[in-house]
């Protein structure tokens, strides 16, 4: 498997909702710790993140937990955009 991911996933919430993002996610192992996690951008700007837990699924049909570790929200007089720091639950799917 792959240290790192970078491109299209898709965040299953409880409700069943599927909401399309960009992941940039990774996998340090280091000094015998390991884990995942990183951070999701809605691909509709206007999806905001009211995840507290998921499931994120990669293109290629990999499927893996999280819970939600930060969200921010950045508001202009135009738009507004998202992002959500997630902690990866189990084995990484990338």
């Known amino acids: 498997m ?3 991911y970078t491109g299209k996933a898709v965040v299953i919430t409880a409700d069943g909702d599927n909401i399309p993002v960009t992941a940039v996610l990774m996998s340090p192992t280091s000094g015998g ?9 809605p691909d509709v700007p206007s999806q905001g993140f009211g995840v507290v837990e998921g499931r994120l699924r990669l293109p290629s049909g990999a499927e893996a937990s999280f819970i939600a ?7 202009t007089a135009t738009s507004h955009a998202a992002r959500l720091t997630i902690l990866g639950q189990g084995e990484p799917p990338f």
């Open 2 to 4: 792959a240290d790192d």
């Open 33 to 41: 710790m390991t884990g995942w996690g990183g951070v999701l951008v």
């Open 69 to 75: 570790n930060n969200r921010q929200i950045q508001v």
